[in-house]
């Protein structure tokens, strides 16, 4: 019985009865990928909450601060570009082991750093490390999951990201409270390393993988039957040359640095405007960051019933994503919250909504690429996604100044959240035209 399964080996489904009765091995999969990102997600938060402990020891500036969290953001940007083609040429496993191990190491080193030099090697070395983890984790839903599973697949461990922000609110007074913050950066480090040894273990090409059952194998490969064996010679540049690609560049390039502002602005905007102490553990910001879980994982269950419903794939990627952009709109009555539990409300459903659009653009890099090209098409949408994460900030310090000189900075977040509110219609608008005429990219093409 034969089947193709783009960029796998596989060709046939074995009728040996060797293979061991283990159901459902690929969700173990996701498993092993959401704790991947969420460790991802610790590493990235510790130097913002460390800041404090790390002005006073070494007589930090704002602008020494802004140049640490530069490299990071830079190495980041030129690592989704060039490491995604890393993935994709040794192979999912080896590839992660790879990206995981520098992340890591790199996250250590910040405890032996004593100079913004120092902070910003290590930054560096981080960023180029922390950018494989999403190119490799949709490559291997691409490979382990038939279309029809891979939103709520990919919802799962990109939900990874929210739980990481809030652990990292929780473990580093913990770790602080019995160490230092030289111990922060080494237990955390050490996550990376725990992890692999588990990857090292479960992690297999699904042809490969002795402890997945021929039923399963069966599954995953009927659900990838309209997708193409891999052929030689892939052409990472040809991938610019298609409308798919410069759909998830906008997907990533306009709505990326949004996150980007909720994540590092939030915290000042609370305190600010509703006075919250931010020297302890905030209720408020906990459940903000822990709603984008919720959203992740619904927003890649959703698009997922509607395929399952007889939708076309890209149709229903696109149907949930313009749900998701209306309902961002939502983020526009901010400016009219008088406490703080009201904006706690809105700005939860914000971020949840943007997990849920996030989630459903990186699937649609598995839904419109094969395999083989799929951690490059991300790295590179994740790439743009990166470069606007530098340049927002810029926007968002120059409204920010020019609003807190008028006396008015409050003025200032809620113009910010107009922005951010349309956004999402006007990225899917771009998104629909550029997809309208085009679905999925064969290999032959790309070669």
């Given at each position: 019985m034969s089947n193709k399964l783009s960029g796998n080996p596989i060709t046939t489904i074995p009728e040996t009865g060797n293979r061991p009765a283990f159901r459902n091995y690929r969700w173990i999969i996701v498993v092993l990928l959401f704790f991947a990102t969420t460790i991802n997600y610790i590493d990235r938060q510790i130097i913002g909450l460390l800041k404090p402990l790390l002005d006073v020891e070494f007589s930090w500036t704002e602008t020494d601060f802004a140049r640490i969290v530069m490299a990071f953001t830079a190495a980041y940007a030129i690592g989704l570009l060039i490491i995604g083609r890393f993935i994709d040429k040794t192979g999912t496993k080896a590839g992660y082991s790879v990206i995981i191990?520098?992340?890591?190491?790199?996250?250590?080193?910040?405890?032996?750093?004593?100079?913004?030099?120092?902070?910003?090697?290590?930054?560096?070395?981080?960023?180029?490390?922390?950018?494989?983890?999403?190119?490799?984790?949709?490559?291997?839903?691409?490979?382990?999951?038939p279309r029809k599973e891979r939103g709520l697949a990919t919802g799962i461990f990109n939900s990874g990201t929210a739980v990481g922000v809030v652990l990292a609110l929780v473990i580093v007074p913990w770790i602080l409270r019995h160490f230092n913050w030289h111990g922060v950066f080494w237990i955390t480090g050490a996550l990376g390393f725990v992890w692999l040894i588990f990857w090292l273990i479960y992690y297999d090409h699904p042809a490969k993988q002795k402890r997945l059952s021929s039923g399963e194998l069966k599954h995953i490969i009927e659900g990838q039957a309209n997708e193409e064996q891999p052929k030689a010679g892939l052409k990472w540049h040809r991938l610019f040359a298609f409308p798919q690609t410069w759909a998830l560049i906008t997907g990533k390039g306009l709505i990326d640095p949004i996150f980007w502002f909720f994540l590092f602005w939030l915290p000042s905007y609370f305190s600010s405007a509703y006075e919250l102490d931010l020297k302890r553990p905030s209720l408020e910001l906990i459940i903000i960051y822990t709603a984008t879980t919720v959203g992740?994982?619904?927003?890649?269950?959703?698009?997922?019933?509607?395929?399952?419903?007889?939708?076309?794939?890209?149709?229903?990627?696109?149907?949930?994503?313009?749900?998701?952009?209306v309902m961002e709109l939502s983020i526009l009555l901010a400016q009219y919250t008088t406490a703080a539990w009201m904006a706690v409300a809105i700005i939860s459903l914000a971020v949840a909504v943007h997990q849920a659009w996030a989630t459903n653009v990186f699937t649609m890099a598995s839904d419109m690429f094969p395999s083989e090209a799929v951690s490059s098409v991300v790295g590179i949408a994740g790439m743009a996604g990166a470069v606007g994460g530098i340049l927002f900030p810029i926007l968002v310090g120059y409204l920010l100044d020019t609003y807190k000189a008028a006396g008015n900075l409050t003025g200032g977040y809620n113009l910010l959240f107009t922005i951010c509110g349309l956004t999402y219609l006007t990225a899917w608008t771009v998104m629909h035209l550029l997809t309208r005429k085009h679905a999925s990219v064969s290999l032959g093409e790309l070669r």
């Open positions: 191990s520098l992340w890591s190491i790199a996250g250590m080193l910040h405890a032996v750093a004593r100079s913004v030099f120092q902070f910003g090697l290590a930054r560096f070395a981080l960023g180029l490390g922390e950018s494989g983890n999403f190119p490799a984790g949709v490559k291997s839903i691409a490979e382990w999951f992740s994982i619904l927003g890649g269950y959703i698009s997922s019933v509607l395929v399952k419903k007889g939708w076309p794939v890209l149709k229903a990627r696109k149907a949930s994503l313009l749900a998701f952009a």
